[in-house]
């Protein structure tokens, strides 16, 4: 349904493109943001692999998929992709693949 790509440490979105929860962008990247920093403050989150990265979450509703894929560089990582799917049409793990190629693609580039 939409996409965008959102500086996380300002929730300010870099690139949007489609629709937006409640028709605000702004406010979808302030929103996508607070979760991967909420997420990344959190010792809830800590992998058993020491050094280990958060990739990506994955919210849910009843009507469709919220995707967060972080960039990972080799510099100052503050990028995720976020993706909003509709649950009936959309498919979460080709969404999940694609998003994965797409960050690396931004990285290579």
Do not use: C
């Not at 979450?57 to 960039?71: F, K, P, Q, S």
């Not at 990582?77 to 693949?97: E, M």
């Amino acid at each position: 349904m939409g996409a965008s790509i959102v500086d996380y440490t300002t929730g300010f979105p870099v690139a949007t493109s489609g629709a937006a929860p409640n028709e605000d962008h702004e406010a979808a990247a302030a929103g996508t943001a607070d979760v991967v920093q909420a997420a990344q403050s959190r010792s809830l989150f800590v992998s058993a692999v020491p050094h280990d990265l958060l990739e990506d979450l994955i919210i849910t509703t009843a009507g469709g998929y919220h995707l967060l894929r972080l960039v990972q560089t080799d510099f100052d990582s503050r990028l995720v992709l976020y993706v909003w799917l509709d649950r009936i049409h959309g498919n979460l793990a080709v969404a999940r693949r694609r998003m994965q190629t797409l960050a690396d693609e931004l990285v290579a580039n």
